[in-house]
């Protein structure tokens, strides 16, 4: 269980602290050559407090300076991205926003994420619903191909797939795992193509596509083990998330030519 009204709050909260910065940092590079700011370090420092006196007993997993916080009891841990979309972030554009998620063992089962320039509010509840803007909402329903299908992509996809021209649909990327996954889940596009990114990217975003009938694989075909991504390890393939028949759709018209 967890307390949704908590969750928010700080969300919306670190949401605020973020805005403070918002416009006016200059990035660093990090060693896996993604950028950091000022405030991915202030978020993730707010949430992780917040997170340490509601649940002082659970873990925490957080991007930055590899922090990793062993529960005292259990297998539960709380997984934070402070900024995810860094990159659009210090580029001044509006698609970024404050990720947790919740882990119990191998299985995702919360998940929550505040944009807070477009101030699109996604979360689930413990009854097994999931919200956006506190309206439940729900994936698409399965159909064939069509020009109005829409696919969220890689950012680099022209550098390591091939996608077949028989698809007849559209491409869409918002730069930001999260919220390809957040928006997927909750009926704005029929599939997402996700990079080999690690567990905060998407943690939030598979809680709410189990809770609303989603499924996720790697590419080539393998099960995602969350296990193995909590130990840190980055994602061995890229990930294709739907519905069942729409990721099997997708497998038919996507080649991985690997790449990062």
Do not use: C
Not at 228 to 246: K, V
């Amino acid at each position: 269980m967890y307390d949704v009204a908590f969750i928010k709050d700080t969300l919306l909260a670190a949401g605020n602290l973020a805005l403070e910065y918002y416009l006016k940092v200059t990035p660093a590079w990090k060693d896996d050559r993604t950028y950091l700011t000022d405030a991915d370090l202030a978020v993730q420092e707010y949430v992780r407090e917040a997170l340490d006196r509601q649940y002082p007993d659970d873990g925490i997993v957080a991007e930055e300076n590899g922090l990793r916080k062993a529960p005292k009891s259990g297998v539960r841990y709380w997984v934070v991205d402070p900024i995810d979309g860094t990159a659009s972030f210090a580029a001044g554009l509006p698609v970024w926003g404050i990720v947790i998620a919740l882990i119990e063992g191998d299985e995702p089962v919360g998940g929550f994420f505040y944009q807070p320039v477009t101030r699109d509010l996604f979360y689930t509840t413990p009854d097994g619903q999931v919200f956006r803007n506190d309206r439940p909402r729900h994936l698409r329903e399965p159909e064939a191909f069509h020009r109005e299908t829409s696919l969220f992509i890689a950012s680099r996809l022209h550098r390591y797939y091939t996608l077949s021209p028989d698809y007849p649909g559209k491409l869409r990327n918002l730069a930001s795992s999260m919220a390809h996954l957040a928006y997927l889940a909750t009926g704005s596009a029929d599939a997402a193509l996700v990079e080999r990114v690690y567990i905060w990217d998407i943690a939030a975003g598979m809680a709410m596509l189990k809770l609303n009938g989603g499924v996720w694989q790697y590419v080539n075909g393998e099960a995602v083990s969350l296990s193995a991504l909590l130990a840190g390890q980055q994602m061995p393939y890229p990930m294709l998330a739907g519905r069942p028949h729409m990721v099997a759709a997708f497998q038919g018209v996507i080649a991985y030519n690997g790449g990062e």
